[in-house]
Nanobody
Framework: QVQLRESGGGLVQPGGSLRLSCAASGRSLSNLGMGWFRQGPGAQRDFVAGIGWIGVSTEYGEFVRGRFTLSRDISKNTIYLQMNNLTPEDTGVYFC??????????????????WGEGTLVTVSS
């Protein structure tokens, strides 16, 4: 009953920045934790960042190394991922995900209640 729509991906040079957005819509939008996963050349989706359904606490994957910032606009049911100092290793399809009562903590991709279709981020010179 929840649909997620991502935007903001594109081509950027190493060291550059991008800002991703994910808007949730549909019925039953309360108590949703939301976050991002990245899929590289393989099929695995790795945790990037999450924000809890309670408050605005956030958690990031180990490879982020302080470069990304996740924020949330409750009134718009939207999260934003500001990505700075991007490297070619950050290239991949970024998927927005949501799960009821998820606190945004680091987790595997299994068990999410909703997924977006993904937005492609390419970091290349």
């Amino acid at each position: 009953q929840v649909q997620l729509r991502e935007s903001g991906g594109g081509l950027v040079q190493p060291g550059g920045s991008l800002r991703l957005s994910c808007a949730a819509s549909g019925r039953s939008l309360s108590n949703l934790g939301m976050g991002w996963f990245r899929q590289g050349p393989g099929a695995q989706r790795d945790f990037v960042a999450g924000i809890g359904w309670i408050g605005v606490s956030t958690e990031y994957g180990e490879f982020v190394r302080g470069r990304f910032t996740l924020s949330r606009d409750i009134s718009k049911n939207t999260i934003y991922l500001q990505m700075n100092n991007l490297t070619p290793e950050d290239t991949g399809v970024y998927f927005c995900a949501a799960r009821y009562y998820w606190q945004g903590t680091k987790t595997h991709s299994a068990g999410m209640d909703a997924w977006g279709e993904g937005t492609l981020v390419t970091v290349s010179s």
